[in-house]
Nanobody, 126 residues
Framework: QPQFVESGGGLVLAGGSLTLSCAVS????????IAWFRQVLGKEDEGVSC????????WYSDSVKGRFTISRDNAKNTVYLPMNSLKPEVTALYYC???????????????????WGQGTQVTVSS
């Protein structure tokens, strides 16, 4: 079973930046579709950004376009999410996920993902 180590979350003032990292073992990311999701207590999981290393497609939630950028380091088997110009409404538990092996295109549909991390908390204060 894949293991995830997520880091980079924390408390930051509005307008600030954070970079989330997700180091994965047990599954190779260089041929996978990967994603960042977030969860606010009492609400459904929301796809933030996803990336396919199979067709190089990317997807971003409208709420983060232009401010967040998903990337990966295949040598480190790690996926990143630099987040800039943070707003209080993005406060949530952020976690990474890996899609099933048959996935090709980047999609943040939750049913596509079969391996999930535990998450790192991001809190943006006004």
């Amino acid at each position: 079973q894949p293991q995830f180590v997520e880091s980079g979350g924390g408390l930051v003032l509005a307008g600030g930046s954070l970079t989330l990292s997700c180091a994965v073992s047990g599954v190779t990311l260089d041929n996978s579709v990967i994603a960042w999701f977030r969860q606010v207590l009492g609400k459904e999981d929301e796809g933030v950004s996803c990336l396919s290393n199979r067709d190089n497609s990317e997807w971003y939630s409208d709420s983060v376009k232009g401010r967040f950028t998903i990337s990966r380091d295949n040598a480190k088997n790690t996926v990143y999410l630099p987040m800039n110009s943070l707003k209080p409404e993005v406060t949530a538990l952020y976690y990474c996920a890996v899609a099933r092996a048959t996935s090709v295109q980047a999609t943040c549909a939750t049913e596509t993902y079969v391996h999930w991390g535990q998450g790192t908390q991001v809190t943006v204060s006004s």
